[in-house]
């Protein structure tokens, strides 16, 4: 005789049909709100955004495992956590018609062809001699300066300014090509793609534009890369419409914290890259003297061989693009800042690849680290959370 099933169990427990009903739904309920369930985190996200004073902590929380990827939450979410999005939902509208007007300036003054400068200028000069001249008569014909003629070498010269930022945009255009290409998104050949890949090119052109002291650093299009994405891909059109002037924002918002990791002269400085990367090998050392002293000492591994691009590029290149959205997840929700929890997941890498690296010697631990394996990136931020309960 076969044993009864639980579900058979159930049913002989029952009353009646009432009872079957109210019972099932009482299972529904508990999967529900289960705080496990998809459905539930997503009604939890919905509750937190639509509160008309959003507690930061709370949505901080929340992210910190993992943002539901339905209904535009992520979008939505970042924005807040970022400081793009107020937290008083009704100041939104008029923030986000502010922030993309100033965009919008920003294209017009800086994305320009150097020949309708001189044209507007030229048409300035015009309307000036044409009211002297309405005034006191015919004037002498009006000549382009020397600052506007193209062979100038003034750096005053709209032409000069106009070949610098040619360079500039050259170099930003051979790195946004190269920005993942095995997604259709970036570098599909369609008009979408292209559509996504001038997007990229003009943010950062504009970020470089207003940065003189960085300017634009290779790498910076993979940075940048998962906030247009991630935008881009929202369910609510109006949105979707501006994503090229929200990513701009929130991307100088990110680079904030970063920003000293792209200057080259602040490199060797208290918050210049290297300094960083110290404190990354400084934590292994506190939670792993044995495989810190492997790499540093015994394999003699530098770690600005592998840990450069790991911290400068906030592990895009490290994971899949779905690992690193969720690991972006818990950067940009962490109350003390992305860079604080980075170092900590910089360090769990090390640490779940333990066994491999006090095994392998200078070859073999670089060519790990420099091309990381596939990982469960739960478990992984699961490991860099436990580093910061050892503090």
Same mark, same amino acid.
């Not at 970063?258 to 506190?286: E, P, W, Y």
């Not at 492997?294 to 906030?314: D, G």
């Given at each position: 005789?076969?044993?009864?099933s639980s579900e058979d169990k159930t049913i002989n427990t029952m009353q009646n049909a009432?009872?079957?009903?109210?019972?099932?739904?009482?299972?529904?309920?508990?999967?529900?709100?289960?705080?496990?369930?998809?459905?539930?985190?997503? /009604?939890?996200?919905?509750?937190?955004?639509?509160?008309?004073?959003?507690?930061?902590?709370?949505?901080?929380?929340?992210?910190?495992?993992?943002?539901?990827?339905?209904?535009?939450?992520?979008? /939505?979410?970042?924005?807040?956590?970022?400081?793009?999005?107020?937290?008083?939902?009704?100041?939104?509208?008029?923030?986000?018609?502010?922030?993309?007007?100033?965009?919008?300036?920003?294209?017009?003054?800086?994305?320009?062809?150097?020949?309708?400068?001189?044209?507007?200028?030229?048409?300035?000069? !015009?309307?000036?001699?044409?009211?002297?001249?309405?005034?006191?008569?015919?004037?002498?014909?009006?000549?382009?300066?020397?600052?506007?003629?193209?062979?100038?070498?003034?750096?005053?010269?709209?032409?000069?300014?106009?070949?610098?930022?040619?360079?500039?945009?050259?170099?930003?255009?051979?790195?946004?090509?190269?920005?993942?290409?095995?997604?259709?998104?970036?570098?599909?050949?369609?008009?979408?793609?292209?559509?996504?890949?001038? !997007?990229?090119?003009?943010? +950062?052109?504009?970020?470089?534009?207003?940065?003189?002291?960085?300017?634009?650093?290779?790498?910076?299009?993979?940075?940048?890369?998962p906030l247009y994405y991630v935008f881009k891909t929202d369910i609510d059109e109006s949105?979707?419409?501006?994503?090229?002037?929200?990513?701009?924002?929130?991307?100088?918002?990110?680079l904030s914290d970063f920003r000293d990791h792209f200057c080259q002269q602040l490199d060797?400085?208290?918050?210049?890259?290297?300094?960083?990367?110290?404190?990354?090998?400084?934590?292994?050392?506190?939670?792993?003297?044995?495989?810190?002293?492997? +790499?540093?000492?015994?394999?003699?591994?530098?770690?600005?061989?592998?840990?450069?691009?790991?911290?400068?590029?906030?592990? /895009?290149?490290?994971?899949?693009?779905?690992?690193?959205?969720?690991?972006?997840?818990?950067?940009?929700?962490?109350?003390?800042?992305?860079?604080?929890?980075?170092?900590?997941?910089?360090?769990?890498?090390?640490?779940?690849?333990?066994?491999?690296?006090?095994?392998?010697?200078?070859?073999?631990? +670089?060519?790990?680290?420099?091309?990381?394996?596939?990982?469960?990136?739960?478990?992984? +931020?699961?490991?860099?959370?436990?580093?910061?309960?050892?503090?």
């Amino acid at each position: 005789m076969r044993e009864r099933s639980s579900e058979d169990k159930t049913i002989n427990t029952m009353q009646n049909a009432d009872y079957s009903e109210q019972s099932s739904d009482a299972d529904e309920n508990k999967v529900i709100k289960s705080p496990s369930s998809f459905d539930y985190r997503v /009604t939890l996200f919905n509750t937190e955004l639509s509160r008309r004073r959003i507690h930061l902590a709370e949505l901080q929380r929340l992210s910190s495992q993992g943002i539901p990827d339905t209904g535009g939450i992520r979008a /939505t979410t970042w924005k807040v956590l970022l400081g793009f999005l107020p937290r008083n939902r009704d100041d939104w509208a008029t923030e986000l018609e502010k922030k993309r007007a100033t965009y919008a300036v920003f294209r017009e003054e800086m994305i320009i062809n150097p020949s309708e400068v001189t044209r507007r200028k030229e048409e300035m000069e !015009a309307m000036k001699a044409a009211e002297l001249e309405a005034l006191e008569g015919p004037l002498q014909r009006h000549e382009i300066s020397h600052d506007d003629h193209p062979l100038s070498l003034g750096s005053k010269s709209v032409w000069h300014q106009f070949f610098q930022d040619t360079e500039l945009a050259e170099q930003i255009n051979r790195d946004v090509k190269r920005t993942h290409p095995d997604m259709p998104f970036f570098c599909g050949d369609n008009d979408s793609a292209r559509e996504n890949q001038e !997007a990229l090119k003009r943010i +950062l052109f504009i970020f470089a534009k207003l940065n003189p002291g960085i300017r634009y650093v290779q790498g910076m299009n993979e940075v940048l890369a998962p906030l247009y994405y991630v935008f881009k891909t929202d369910i609510d059109e109006s949105n979707v419409k501006h994503a090229e002037e929200d990513s701009f924002f929130c991307f100088v918002e990110l680079l904030s914290d970063f920003r000293d990791h792209f200057c080259q002269q602040l490199d060797n400085s208290a918050v210049g890259i290297r300094s960083t990367i110290l404190q990354m090998t400084q934590l292994l050392r506190k939670h792993d003297e044995e495989l810190w002293r492997h +790499l540093e000492i015994t394999s003699k591994v530098n770690p600005q061989f592998y840990a450069f691009r790991w911290i400068t590029l906030l592990l /895009t290149q490290e994971f899949n693009f779905a690992d690193s959205i969720r690991l972006w997840d818990s950067l940009l929700s962490n109350p003390d800042g992305p860079l604080e929890i980075l170092l900590r997941v910089c360090c769990s890498m090390l640490l779940c690849l333990r066994s491999r690296l006090l095994a392998g010697d200078f070859t073999t631990n +670089l060519k790990l680290l420099q091309h990381y394996p596939s990982v469960d990136i739960n478990r992984l +931020l699961k490991v860099a959370d436990d580093l910061k309960e050892l503090k």
